[in-house]
Nanobody, 115 residues
Framework: QVQLVESGGGLVQPGGSLRLSCAAS????????MGWYRQSPGKERELVAT???????VYADSVKGRFTISRENAKNMVYLQMSSLKPEDTAVYYC?????????WGQGTQVTVSS
């Protein structure tokens, strides 16, 4: 059974920074993609950033230059360093692990950007 647990969310002022972490546990094939998605009230869940086990990264245009995704393969961890945060970044952030065609999701962590 694969489990994902996110941490690091919270309240931050506009322009501030926050680092999210996601720990994956269970039987995980070493070749996979991990990523972060977010969902705001009334909106669909959207991609923020993904990273393959080989290090290839993809970012949403809205976060390019502000967010950085990274991972530690040996620990099955993925991180999202968020900088220059804006109120529109407010959302529940979800960690996702994709192995071949199967997706696993974390429970989400709330990020609120407000003064």
């Amino acid at each position: 059974q694969v489990q994902l647990v996110e941490s690091g969310g919270g309240l931050v002022q506009p322009g501030g920074s926050l680092r999210l972490s996601c720990a994956a546990s269970g039987s995980i094939f070493r070749i996979n993609t991990m990523g972060w998605y977010r969902q705001s009230p009334g909106k669909e869940r959207e991609l923020v950033a993904t990273i393959t086990s080989g290090g290839m990264q993809v970012y949403a245009d809205s976060v390019k230059g502000r967010f950085t995704i990274s991972r530690e393969n040996a620990k099955n961890m993925v991180y999202l360093q968020m900088s220059s945060l804006k109120p529109e970044d407010t959302a529940v952030y979800y960690c996702k692990l994709r192995v071949v065609i199967r997706d696993y999701w974390g429970q989400g962590t709330q990020v609120t950007v407000s003064s």
